[in-house]
Every structure is written in structure tokens, then in C-alpha cells.
């Protein structure tokens, strides 16, 4: 094998690794990994709850998009999955979160001593995107005004809620399982379920996809 071919071989590797890497790391990605993740912790549920993942619903202003709703005879959760780390900031007011990133760095040169980098990123406030989803839900279900719809924000990577206030739920998400099973008053009779995943059925944008 000719060195001119080996060159090429590792500059096509390390270009492939490179784009692979920026795939993986993407939000997007990130995203979709989060929430396989936590439909896997839904999964651990009785018979008595149905899951159903990426609910696209209609709105007056174009489609929201659900990353899991759990529906039983206890009521109904709408579930928003973030896939963060780091530390967390932000209450039910702010537009925006903050996600803050701390990294201890030495340099071989300077072994005696430590460099902090701090990266701040901003994301739109998972509380009001929730709330928004049962809004959506609660109009969709006009016939079942007593039913409670309950939005909840899970986080599934490492990341530390460090200053979050909410009067909503946000989680971590080995908290989920518990924050379901403890709602216990019951609102549906089996056939107002089965009423119910039916109108999901029919109004869930993403089975006509």
C-alpha cells in the first residue's frame, strides 16, 4: 500500500469520525437520545398507563410537538424530555434558561495550577413550553373538563437543577416513575380511556405522517 493511499485512508477516517462527532453531539441528536431514554423509564409502568411519544398536535398557530403524554384513569401527563448538562437556572417567569457549564482545566506547562471555563447557554423556558401542551390538550378535551392534565419537565442527562423555581414539576428522571405513581385519584372510567386514546388517535398529527 502506497503512502500517498494511506494518507488519503486517514484523512477520509478522520473526516468521517469528525462529521460522525458533530451528528452525535448535535441538539437534535441529543434530543432524540433523551427522550428514547425516558420512554424506556415510562415503560416501567403498569398496564393501567399508555404512553404515546412525539404527539404532534394542531394549533391556531401551526402544530405543537409532545415529547410524551401518559394517559390512565388517574388523569393525564404531558411530558417535556431535556437532555442537558451542567447547571441549570431558571423559574416559571424568565423567558429564556440557563444552562452553565464549569470545566476544570490543567495545563502541563502550568501543572500547579487551575483553569475555570464557564459556558453559558440559553434555552426556551421548558415550563412554559409544557404549560403550553396542556393547553392544548385541555382544549382538545372540551367533553373532559375535570380531568387533570398535568405538565412536567424531566430532565434526562447529568445536569444539576441548581437554581430552579417552578411551582410546576421539574425533575430529574429517576424521579418520574414515582411522581406518577403517586396520583391516585381516579377520573376515568375505563371506557373514557379508551375515549380519550381514540382522540388522540384522530387529532395526533404525527400518525398521519
Do not use: C
Not at 381516579?186 to 381514540?198: A, G, H, K, R
Amino acid at each position: 500500500m502506497s503512502q500517498l493511499l494511506v494518507i488519503i485512508i486517514v484523512v477520509v477516517l478522520f473526516v468521517s469520525l469528525s462529521i460522525y462527532l458533530v451528528w452525535y453531539n448535535s441538539p437534535k441528536q441529543k434530543g432524540r437520545r433523551g427522550e428514547a431514554y425516558i420512554h424506556n423509564v415510562l415503560m416501567q409502568l403498569s398496564d393501567e398507563y399508555t404512553i404515546i411519544d412525539d404527539v404532534i398536535l394542531p394549533t391556531e398557530h401551526g402544530t405543537t410537538q409532545i415529547d410524551h403524554v401518559v394517559v390512565s384513569k388517574y388523569g393525564i401527563i404531558a411530558i417535556e424530555t431535556k437532555n442537558y448538562r451542567g447547571e441549570i437556572y431558571g423559574d416559571d417567569n424568565r423567558m429564556v434558561w440557563t444552562q452553565m457549564i464549569i470545566t476544570n482545566v490543567n495545563y502541563r506547562r502550568k501543572w500547579w495550577k487551575t483553569f475555570t471555563y464557564v459556558t453559558k447557554n440559553h434555552f426556551y423556558n421548558p415550563v412554559k413550553q409544557s404549560i403550553g401542551h396542556t393547553m392544548q390538550i385541555k382544549n382538545m378535551m372540551a367533553n373532559y373538563p375535570h380531568v387533570p392534565v398535568t405538565p412536567v419537565v424531566v430532565f434526562a442527562g447529568s445536569a444539576v437543577l441548581k437554581g430552579v423555581n417552578s411551582r410546576h414539576a421539574v425533575i430529574y428522571d429517576y424521579e418520574l416513575l414515582d411522581f406518577i405513581n403517586q396520583r391516585r385519584n381516579i377520573y376515568l372510567t375505563d371506557s373514557d380511556v379508551s375515549e380519550v386514546l381514540q382522540l388522540f388517535q384522530r387529532r395526533n398529527m404525527r400518525t398521519l405522517v
